[in-house]
């Protein structure tokens, strides 16, 4: 229809016409990329926003699982302490030879942490990190998940101790199945598992042949005492992360915020 008026106007040498015409064209030309460019640059937004929701999301998962796990080795370090006094004392836990043998078992007991960073893989990976249009935000991203004290520490927060095995492989069966029967609680999610106190279901006499056993090993000290560090530092590793992890929270936040 324009086409054929503008030949029409061109026919007639109605060049004010045509003129009026061309800019009809432009206009419209350049409304319709404008219209374009912005339902393109809400989709990216709202994007954008998906993702830092997602983000926000495994933060949270982080949060959670750090302050489960340090509150998780604490408990295994208080075991672990206890059992190491006896060994280099003599000193029973409560004063109790079965207490002092579900220490040695406790302090065996690990729980390993793993950042949550899917989304931010997904991400980097899919060559969507321009999607973190802060630049502040996006250093602060890479530092948590590729450059953070907590990831170049996977040693400390995912270390298998011998320990673990040694003193299993001296614990007689029925005493590891009573432990993980009555002395153990598995939650709902792999954040919070417990460790109970419980009666004891052995006499006093074996309960002290097995710290005998335990004592006679002189692994049994060296180890624990490797284990019991390890957690230690691995603790304060979380603690670093854990204000790293804050920061980072609070970055996301102010970036969601409505209106922003």
Partial sequence: MLL???KHHVANENWFAVFVDFVIVVVGVYVGIEVSNWNEARKEEALATQYLERLRADLQADEDMIDARRQFWEHVGDYGDAAIAYLESGRLRNESPWATVLAFYQASQVAH???T???????RYS?????????ELEAAFADYYISGVGQQANYLLQYQPEYRELIRGKTPWHVQQYIWESCHADGTTLVDQQ???????IDPSEAATILADYAADPETIEQLRFWISNLSVAGRVLAINRARLARLTELVDRELEPGR
Avoid: K, Q, V
């Avoid at 960073?117 to 991400?123: A, C, Q």
């Fill in 195 to 201: 460790m109970l106190e419980c009666d004891a279901p």
């Fill in 113 to 115: 942490y793993f950042s």
């Fill in 4 to 6: 054929r008026r503008i």
């Fill in 127 to 135: 060559g969507e990190l321009s999607l973190i249009r802060n630049p």
């Fill in 117 to 123: 960073n899917t989304t931010y893989e997904e991400l």
